[in-house]
């Protein structure tokens, strides 16, 4: 049974930082798509940033403007979302998924497994 679990959401203002985790179990987290996402009230979901690290394939939305990076630890199968100079437009749900395939991709749709979401506020 795969389970994807996330935190380090909070409160924080702009201009600050946040590193979000994701622990995965249940699938070869080494050879498995995987990403996150995030959606605001009143908007859809968007990637912002997903990797293969089979391929070192890696994928960051325009939005993020290099502000953002996604890194993981294999031995503790734990994905990470480090966010810098954040803004209150990053003001979501964030939600951590895999695929459980090697096939690059951050179309959600694609994203078999899902974890419930970690809240992330930006103050101004």
């Known amino acids: 049974q795969v389970q994807v679990v996330e935190s380090g959401g909070g409160l924080v203002q702009a201009g600050g930082s946040l590193t979000l985790s994701c622990t995965i179990s249940g699938l070869d987290f080494g050879r498995s798509t995987m990403g996150w996402f995030r959606q605001a009230p009143g908007k859809e979901r968007e990637g912002v940033s997903c990797a293969n690290w089979g391929s070192y394939t890696t994928y960051y939305g325009d939005f993020v403007k290099g502000r953002f990076t996604i890194s993981r630890d294999n031995a503790k199968s734990t994905l990470y979302l480090q966010m810098d100079s954040l803004d209150p437009e990053d003001t979501a749900m964030y939600y951590c998924?895999?695929?459980?395939?090697?096939?690059?991709?951050?179309?959600?749709?694609?994203?078999?497994?899902w974890g419930q979401g970690t809240q992330v506020t930006v103050s101004s």
């Open positions: 998924a895999a695929t459980g395939s090697t096939a690059f991709s951050c179309m959600g749709r694609n994203f078999g497994y």
